[in-house]
């Protein structure tokens, strides 16, 4: 299986920060990686697919980038709404795996 | 617009099964893959399988191999996951979500079922 990991684990920011989540994968796992933010008690929303494509509808201070093992989340202008836990899943092969994610803390 | 509609929550025994179902709507149900995802109590995401709705073409996770099936009744655009011997550490809130069939991202989720496994 692969496995993924994000760093940092928690991060805590002011509004308008640039913030910065790490998510690595345990091999290669090309452009097929996603991110995923989820609020407190709230059902997990889709933010990118394929590494670095918005979903729609997603504010565009959320950019996601890398390749290989290592892809980036960031969002340029932290934002009260943006508190939340942050997750990356690879889409490479099965079984689909997620990282451990990342709570910011506004 | 896309809903995934789920059943509601459940309590049972260790060693008992559970049945959670999803119905789809807003999209034609043949033309996307359902998955279906669990999150125990503080934790995080844990993919446990999919489904094609069109063929039932399906895969899971070994960790629950031999005891996950996942269907689906074309007619009514819904899927279901069954989990058999349940034990406390199947608790759990269990999400199904849609992927393209193009890829294995998850586009739109469902608003979860809670499980509970108690005695």
């Known amino acids: 299986d692969i496995q993924m990991t994000q760093s940092p684990s928690s991060l805590s920011a002011f509004v308008g920060d640039r913030v910065t989540i790490t998510c690595r994968a345990s091999?290669?796992?090309?452009?097929?990686l996603n991110w995923y933010q989820q609020k407190p008690g709230k059902v997990p929303k889709a933010l990118i697919f394929?590494?670095?494509t918005l979903q729609t509808g997603v504010p565009s201070r959320f950019s996601g980038g890398g390749s290989g093992t290592e892809f980036t989340l960031t969002i340029s202008s932290l934002q009260p709404e943006d508190f939340a836990t942050y997750y990356c899943?690879?889409?490479?092969?099965?079984?689909?795996?997620f990282g451990p994610g990342t709570r910011v803390d506004i | 617009q896309v809903q995934l509609l789920q059943s509601g929550a459940e309590l049972r025994n260790p060693g008992a099964s559970v049945k959670v179902s999803c119905k789809a709507s807003g999209y034609s149900f043949t033309d996307s893959y359902i998955h279906w995802v669990r999150q125990a109590p503080g934790q995080g995401l844990e993919w446990m399988g999919w489904i094609n709705p069109n063929n039932g073409g399906r895969n899971y996770a070994q960790k629950f191999q031999g005891r996950v099936t996942v269907t689906r009744d074309t007619s009514i655009s819904t899927a279901y996951i069954e989990l058999t011997s349940l034990s406390f550490d199947d608790t759990a809130v269990y999400y199904c979500?849609?992927?393209?069939?193009?890829?294995?991202?998850?586009?739109?989720w469902g608003l979860g079922t809670l499980v509970t496994v108690s005695s």
């Open positions: 979500a849609k992927s393209p069939k193009t890829a294995y991202n998850f586009d739109h």
């Open positions: 091999q290669s796992i090309s452009g097929y």
């Open positions: 899943q690879q889409s490479y092969t099965f079984p689909l795996t």
């Open positions: 394929s590494a670095s």
